[in-house]
């Protein structure tokens, strides 16, 4: 398959911008919405306590110190960013204001990142702010794969479906992205197994996706031995087709490095860059990652956060608190035991918002051993069309 984007790397920060969404997700991990949006006074201040703080995630002195030394990503989330598009502008207005004036080193390095559900293209406001930061600002949009599943999961208020909603704007969206360069976040639930290759083929040939970011929720799906039956008969037919469109189409679910698992490498690292991506929450306190702000814990009483915009960044040991929940601490026995468990993902801070704690999910560990099998079967199949060589004499990972 064809490589996957280059992210742009550094700082990740996030400014939940609104509580509010205009769609009812049926998976949606963002549990207890209220309507409410980010004051732009906590933005600011926000932005003045990452601008003037040199180690703001505590991160001086770890194995994340790099980050600091990159650029700064200003991720943008909801309910759906695009609902208040004059507050993001206004905040990435005063955010260049400030930063040139500081002379900071992000005053030019910098990005926007916005994941939305692609149904509010049709505000002029919102085509207009994505026209003026169009050098700097990356907008996904996320599309589960065919109608029949899209249209089950990604639904209005009133149950019905929203992609004939995105499809009517697709083609204006695709040529202010640029068409080789779009990439779906595309989520899967116990519903889309029997959907999973049926969407990648519509996510490619439909919609002309040539970067498929797919992934199950982390959450207990209770499926079943013939929901795994089916899921292993859907990868199976997958990977055929991902082998036939191999010059043009990534998926991440196969992809070489994420896809195909081997036993514990790295018992001193956790899974994502939670610890070390600061979240602004509409309440004004700073949390880990956006896993742990309030709209998504299962009890409001449940709180983590790492400071707040009126006294700065006052709890930062506990962004390294996050970050030591490694592999080797929190698995239980069977995941230490796992032979495919160096690509095997978890939430630690969907874990927290679940128990108020700590731990490893397991709910997709049949899941993911589906998956390192089928990833492991494409990239066999593909050195054998392609003449190259993905694995070494043990079986393990080439990655070039």
């Known amino acids: 398959m ?16 609104t509580e509010d969404c205009n769609l009812r997700c049926k998976y949606c991990y963002e549990v207890d919405k209220k309507p409410g949006d980010l004051p732009l006074e906590y933005a600011r201040k926000f932005i003045d306590i990452i601008l003037t703080d040199e180690d703001p995630i505590n991160a001086k002195g770890t194995d994340s110190e790099w980050i600091l030394k990159r650029g700064l990503i200003m991720d943008f989330i909801g309910g759906d960013a695009l609902m208040v598009p004059g507050l993001l502008d206004k905040i990435l207005t005063y955010y260049q204001y400030r930063a040139v004036s500081l002379g900071h080193k992000w005053a030019y390095r910098w990005r926007a ?3 939305s559900n692609g149904t509010l293209f049709d505000n002029p406001g919102v085509r207009d702010f994505m026209m003026k930061y169009r050098d700097n600002l990356s907008v996904g949009v996320s599309v589960d794969g ?19 909603d995105i499809l009517k704007w697709w083609d204006w969206y695709m040529e ?22 049926k969407s990648i083929k519509f996510l490619h040939e439909e919609m002309r996706l040539k970067h498929v970011n797919i992934n199950f ?4 799906m209770h499926l079943t031995d013939d929901d795994l039956k089916l899921l292993d008969g859907e990868m199976e037919r997958c990977v055929e087709y991902i082998l036939e469109h191999r010059h043009d189409l990534h998926v991440s679910m196969f992809d070489k490095g994420f896809g195909i698992g081997g036993p514990m490498r790295d018992p001193d690292k956790g899974w994502c860059g939670s610890g070390s991506m600061p979240c602004l929450s509409i309440n004004g306190k700073i949390y880990p990652c956006f896993r742990f702000s309030p709209n998504t814990m299962h009890s409001r009483d449940l709180d983590f956060s790492v400071g707040d915009v009126w006294e700065g960044l006052s709890r930062k040991e506990r962004f390294e608190t996050v970050r030591q929940q490694t592999r080797k601490k929190i698995s239980p026995p069977k995941c230490l035991e796992c032979p495919v468990e160096s690509a095997c993902a978890w939430c630690i801070g ?17 899941v993911h051993k589906l998956q390192s099998k089928w990833s492991r079967r494409y990239w066999e199949e593909y050195d054998k069309l392609e003449g190259t060589r993905s694995f070494d004499e043990k079986g393990e990972v080439v990655l070039a």
């Open 113 to 115: 990142s916005i994941s």
């Open 350 to 366: 969907g874990a927290f918002a679940e128990r108020g704690e700590f731990y490893r999910q397991v709910n997709i560990c049949e």
């Open 217 to 220: 929720i982390f959450e207990d």
């Open 2 to 17: 064809i490589p996957a984007i280059k992210n742009y790397e550094g700082l990740n920060i996030t400014f939940q911008v």
């Open 176 to 197: 202010w992205h640029g068409a080789d360069s779009v990439a779906t976040k595309a989520t899967c639930n116990k519903d889309t197994i029997p959907y999973l290759f």
């Open 146 to 164: 065919c109608p029949e599943i899209h249209d089950a999961n990604r639904v209005w208020k009133d149950g019905s479906g929203t992609m004939k």
